[in-house]
């Protein structure tokens, strides 16, 4: 089983792409976590998001220790918002593609593969036989990211945090290349008013009736 999970920055892609790979038994990729660990990369070695330059940025991803995806470091929103100047950059995303769907067509563990990301359902998986795209209104978004931050103790206030989603929704939307968009088979699934578990419902309903 293959399942391509994509999404807006704390719409819940991430919960709901980890409850499916625990349920299924698949492998699960984090294609976020990627950008963001090139960007810790980059900015551990002085490299802002005004002096990024996109060859230099790739050239860097053969260097990358993938064990940063796991770092709490990512999680900074300054780092968010680094990764989101990089993913929008040709040579990066393409240096990254390859990585992508060797992990879903190779996973290391599990009975399959989902990948959670922008354009996971577009672009690197493009066959994929599930596809979800979950969204949320950005205010609602905006908060959760807030009470995020603020319990992993970071000094946040909401007005800047959702001037940075809105900053970084119009990159990703309109972006060039691989800009975030619903393909016409995926499912949609609003979270603005749904829980965690509301929202895994509805996505094994999908699955159910899919025959997948």
Sequence with gaps: MIIAVD?????GKGTLAKRLARHF???????????????????????????????????QIAALDLELINSPAIRDDSVAGMASVIAAMPA??????????????????????VL???????????????????????????????????????????RD???DMQARDARDRGRSIAPLRAVEDAKLIDTSSLDADQVFASALAHIDAAGT
């Design 7 to 11: 999404g807006s920055a704390a719409s």
């Design 25 to 59: 038994d698949l492998a699960h990729l984090d294609t976020g976590g990627l950008y963001r660990a090139l960007a810790l990369h980059l900015m551990r070695s002085g490299i802002t998001a005004e002096t990024a330059e996109e060859h230099s940025a790739a050239a």
């Design 92 to 113: 990066v995303r393409a240096g990254f593609l390859v990585l992508q769907r060797d992990f879903a067509s190779h996973p290391p563990t599990g009975h399959g593969a």
């Design 116 to 158: 959670d990301g922008r354009d996971i359902g577009s672009v690197v998986l493009p066959d994929a036989p599930v596809k979800f795209f979950v969204d949320a209104d950005i205010e609602v978004r905006a908060e959760r990211r807030t009470n995020e931050l603020q319990a992993a103790g970071q000094s946040v206030m909401f």
């Design 161 to 163: 945090v959702l001037a």
